[in-house]
């Protein structure tokens, strides 16, 4: 174990529990030694809970704490993994990033674009090693994409995200005893979570950035809200979500987001185009683009004839273990091999994918006005919304 990254997870909640369970199986590989975990709830830290969501865990050597600061002064780790709730950070990370430890955090990295962006100013001025936990860009298929991507232009992306709202009981925090939500589903509440878009559409905007290479310039949106009788069981976040990207290449992308209650339905359609070719999610990645020299051909063409595999299927699962197992990986060994290019991200790069879905918010709230990302970053104009609201 002598020469592993000595590691500490904040927040030992149902995320954290994932990542714990990535680290623990990445600690019987002796790439890293999980030195603390922190967590002000105790039960939180109990090994027979861990356990139950993350069985690869034994308590052994790791050192429990109730508060960061006290961890960091206490077991002194080389790299932290910040997984509380986006409204709860005070401060930890410009303190964590000013003593020279590597910061993973997790997505969004705070609602508030003021807060982020000292976090971020702190995180470069250290000059640490830093990602965001935007896991599907560790999946093949999306990867798949991404390098297909290279060197062409994306006319189009789109995402149809058809969930449900949050189930109960997955969530760690006593949100009830610090004025949130009683049933503890943070997710669906909007002071917490900053509405779905946010807290969840933030996956399938990063994922529109990895796969076009290309950023955000502007953002429309328009939500429907949950009716106010609903608010006290189902939460008071939106119901659905139509959001609108102008990509800087040209590109549109389109973003639709569902959360009713008590349909326990998901399902989800996505592409990309180019100017010349779609690409498809089926049994297997595919692309649909005639490469023949003679187009336009004086026959349809047949599907075979434009029909291209990118990756085999069956699909992996972009949000699931593998990939959580794989970002953690390669930021470790990005850290010990002083290999920046392992990272597929930055705590800055992942700015471009936190401050679009901000802006949705403040876009909807100003009646679907077109909001450029670099005015929301830096005018005067939005200065109100990127700052955490008093009593917050
Ligand atoms: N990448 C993903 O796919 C993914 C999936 C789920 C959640 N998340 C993100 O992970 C973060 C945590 O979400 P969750 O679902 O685990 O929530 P959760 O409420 O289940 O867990 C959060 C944990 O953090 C603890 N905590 C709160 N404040 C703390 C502090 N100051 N110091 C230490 N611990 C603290 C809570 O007690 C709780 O145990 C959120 O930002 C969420 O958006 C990411």
Known sequence: MAGALKVAVIGVGQRGLQHVESLAQLQADEEVQIAALVDPYEENLAEEKIQSKAPSYKQ????????????????????????????????????????GISIFAEKPQSLFYDEIKRQADAIDDAG????????KRYDPWYTAIHDYMEGKQMSSVMTVS?????????????????????????TANRA??????????I??????????????????ASYVNRPDHLHDAQGDNPVAYTVIYGFKGGGIGNLIFTKPAKSYFNQRYEYIHTPESHVAFEDDLVVYSYSGSDYP??????????????????????????????????FVRSIVEDNPDLRRNSFRSS????????????????????????EFENSDKYAQYRQRPAGL
Do not use: C
């Open 297 to 330: 051909p004086s026959d349809r063409p047949s599907v075979e004839q434009v029909r291209t595999v990118l990756a085999k299927g069956p699909e992996p699962s972009a949000m699931g273990p593998e990939s959580t197992r794989d970002i953690s990986r390669q």
């Open 192 to 201: 917490w979570s900053g509405t779905s878009i946010v807290e969840a559409g």
């Open 128 to 135: 640490i090693a830093s990602t965001v936990g935007f896991q």
């Open 351 to 374: 700015m471009q994918s936190l401050a679009p879905v901000l802006a949705a918010n403040v876009s909807d709230s100003l009646g679907g006005e077109r909001v450029y990302i670099d």
């Open 203 to 220: 996956h399938q905007t990063d994922q529109m950035r990895y796969w076009s290479r290309d950023d955000v310039e502007w953002v429309q």
């Open 60 to 99: 052994g050597s790791t050192r429990l704490y109730s508060d960061v600061d006290e961890m960091i002064a206490d077991a002194k780790p080389d790299a932290v993994w910040f997984v509380i709730p986006p409204n709860q950070h005070r401060g930890e990370i410009e303190r964590v990033a000013g003593l």
């Open 162 to 186: 058809l969930g449900s709202v949050e189930g109960h009981g997955v969530k760690h925090t006593h949100t009830e005893e610090q004025g949130g939500p009683a049933n503890r589903v943070w």
